[in-house]
């Protein structure tokens, strides 16, 4: 699969909410250079990815009601791709939508580097009850 073809098939995961990691390197690098306080940078392999990933998604539970890929760009490595797209998500009863931008390398049919760039600030409020 191409990197675009796995960017669109988690997308459907995320909306269908059927996240499941089957996207994943067992190598896997996963990045967030501008996580909120308190949250890693950095999570390395498949295993530790969904074993923070899982536990954070129940304590927060949230559905993800849309995804508007703005823009996919490639780069010099085939591989890699940069995805420009929003996503629009409901928790507690709220619904907010937020940009990010996530560069995603991909060999062998697996994500091998994802580092996504999120308005950390914004999804804070978005999650926090009369934010």
């Known amino acids: 699969m191409t990197p675009h073809e796995i960017f669109e098939a988690m997308r459907d995961q995320w909306l269908a909410g059927t996240l499941t990691g089957s996207h994943l390197a067992d190598d896997v690098v996963v990045e967030w ?24 998604r129940s304590a927060q ?3 993800v009601d849309a995804c508007d890929i703005r823009a996919i760009h490639d780069t010099t ?16 009863g709220r619904q907010a939508t937020a940009g990010f931008i996530t560069v995603l390398t991909v060999r062998d049919d697996r994500i091998t580097h994802l580092r996504e760039y999120q308005d950390t600030l914004k999804m804070l409020a978005a999650m926090t009850p009369n934010g």
């Open 33 to 56: 250079p501008f996580a909120a306080p308190g949250r890693p940078t950095r999570i390395e392999g498949k295993e530790a990815f969904l074993a923070f990933a899982g536990p954070a």
């Open 77 to 92: 490595d085939p591989a890699t791709v940069i995805v420009e797209y929003s996503l629009t998500a409901t928790a507690g």
């Open 61 to 63: 539970p949230l559905r």
